[in-house]
């Protein structure tokens, strides 16, 4: 007799039964971090409890144990979003950032808390420190560098001025679409964005739309609200495009492919290490001979990587200096510890902006 079992009965049956496992483990994870919360509790903490140190090395775990079919960000994606699932039971995380929503800072901040976080969209990158120092927000992301533009010298400026802490990273892809609710090229006189993003889509705007107005705009979502009004195009991510129910006309059209910013997670409490952390420091000098390499020496002797180093006028007096550097190592890290306080005697001043797990995918 024919067999006339159902092949994809039996392999739907199978993914039912996953499925109710995995929910059965979700649902136990989740008592589970309830169970942390009270402890903690207990023990007299209050406010959130985020610990970004902690969730760096669950995805670490994650990307390790993976053997596919899945791709690492995809399995780190689930897993960080069952992680904030579990985390908003307990208290959304209040996060800041450059608004309005659907901003390259907005998609950093959903990628490094997950899409359950209490959105606090703010008018300047100013607003977003002043109101994690006024306890508006647990944490504000900031942009801190662009691959192909550099670093963002206004967030560079406002560490000096602040008390805040930098408590995590994020590297987000920038995928610039040009939006427009116009079904053509030929349609289109004016393009909005943020001056930034028409500088990175420049050689693409030249070729495809040589004879449009460029007009900058304050952010690129800013930007897709006045276009979708206003029979125009913008340049936007895709969470914009979402957000605001703007077509994509063209996907993909920053000159350089591999086009990453650098975001800063910034707030008030302290990282324990993770096991792959990098320091910020923040390190004012006098503008004589030698000064550079004593700042370097420290480093190099005890085989400590730096990954930036970017100077800035101190204000602080005629020709003096601040440099903003990036090592690799974790502020409590013996080696670290002693290589700043070297640094020390040979500055005028140092200050720690913070010690953080370095950015996962």
């Known amino acids: 007799m024919p067999d006339n079992k159902d092949p994809l009965a039996e392999i739907r049956k199978r993914i039912d039964e996953i499925d109710r496992s995995i929910q059965d483990l979700v649902s136990e994870r989740a008592s589970c971090a309830a169970n942390v919360a009270k402890v903690k509790q ?10 970004p140190e902690r969730e760096a090395q669950v995805l670490r775990a994650v ?46 901040a959903v990628k490094h808390f997950g899409s359950l976080i209490e959105t606090q969209p703010v008018e300047s990158i100013e607003e977003v420190f ?59 006189d004016r393009v909005y964005a943020h001056q930034q993003s028409l500088s ?41 495009a979402e957000l605001y129910d703007m077509p994509i006309l063209q996907a993909d059209i920053e000159d350089e492919p591999d086009n990453t ?10 990282s324990p290490p993770s096991g792959d952390d990098r320091t910020s420091l ?16 420290p480093l190099a002797d005890r085989g400590i990587s730096m990954s930036n180093i970017e100077s800035r006028p101190s204000r602080r007096g005629v020709w003096d200096y601040v440099f903003f550097i990036d090592i690799d190592g974790h502020r409590d890290d013996e080696v670290v510890r002693a290589a700043i306080t070297e640094i020390e005697k040979a500055s005028a001043m140092v200050t720690i902006l913070g010690s953080y797990p370095k950015a996962v995918l």
């Not at 550099?150 to 995928?175: C, P, Y």
């Not at 990175?200 to 304050?218: N, V």
């Open 130 to 188: 002043r109101l994690v120092e006024a306890d508006g927000a647990n944490f504000g992301v900031v942009p801190v560098e662009n691959s192909s533009a550099g670093v963002i010298n206004h967030t560079l400026d406002l560490f000096m001025k602040s008390s805040l802490t930098i408590s995590g990273e994020v590297a987000l892809r920038i995928r610039h679409n040009l939006l427009s609710k116009l079904d053509s090229l030929d349609k289109i």
């Open 63 to 108: 990307m390790e144990r993976n053997k596919g079919p899945l791709t690492d960000e995809s399995i780190a994606g689930i897993f960080r979003e069952i992680m904030a699932a579990c985390l908003a039971h307990e208290k959304p995380l209040k996060v800041a950032f450059l608004g309005p929503e659907g901003t390259y800072t907005h998609s950093a």
């Open 282 to 297: 923040l390190v004012f000098v006098h503008n004589r001979p030698g000064s550079l390499f004593d700042l370097l020496k």
């Open 42 to 51: 207990q023990q007299g903490e209050t406010g959130h409890f985020y610990r």
């Open 200 to 240: 990175q889509c420049s050689q693409w705007l030249d070729k495809h739309l040589p004879d449009a107005e460029r007009i900058s705009m304050s952010s690129n979502a800013q930007a897709v609200l006045y276009a979708r009004d206003n029979a125009a195009a913008s340049i936007g991510g895709s969470m914009a």
């Open 261 to 270: 910013t650098r975001f800063a997670v910034i707030g008030q409490h302290l």
